[in-house]
């Protein structure tokens, strides 16, 4: 979880059918989870190859949603509630008068509601780009 804070959230994990990727990536949200509680952490699935992917990993209290291309509907809300979240997130920081989630943590021992880190982990990504090249520049913006 701490790398997250000191190395960024973005990360971009590329290889040929069959080499593990999503495996990987679901090793990474389990580990994720297991590091962290879900009032420090919210993450939202996108899979793009039908769902099977993270169907283990959604019961994760963790996990605030999940998305796949079975539902496009699905992916036009969720990019609209990380927009009403970022602009959630951006009053309360400058509610308490600080930059950012690191800035605020420090204030949850005094009992303020410090949101969680939220991580969007995608899978088929090209897919994702292939299909709803729109969709892409909406989540890049956010």
């Known amino acids: ?16 059918t069959g080499s593990g990727k999503s495996e990987l990536l679901r090793s990474l949200v389990l580990g994720l989870a297991v590091a962290a509680p879900p009032d420090e952490l ?3 699935l996108v899979d793009y ?16 949603g999940t998305v796949t291309d079975l539902d496009d509907h699905l992916a036009d ?26 800035d605020l943590t420090p204030h949850r021992a005094a009992g303020v509601d410090v949101p969680p880190r939220l991580v969007v982990v995608v899978d088929e990504f090209a897919a994702l780009v292939a299909e709803r090249p729109s969709f892409l520049h909406s989540l890049i913006g956010i």
Do not use: N, W, Y
Not at 80 to 85: G, N
């Open 1 to 16: 979880m701490q790398h997250l804070v000191d190395d960024g959230p973005h990360a971009l994990i590329a290889g040929t």
């Open 77 to 102: 809300r969720m990019l609209r509630s990380l927009r009403a979240e970022v602009r959630r997130r951006e009053h309360v920081l400058r509610t308490h008068g600080v930059a950012d989630l690191a």
């Open 49 to 64: 190859k039908g769902g099977a992917t993270f169907d283990a990993l959604a019961g994760l209290p963790h996990v605030v």
């Open 42 to 44: 919210a993450i939202v």
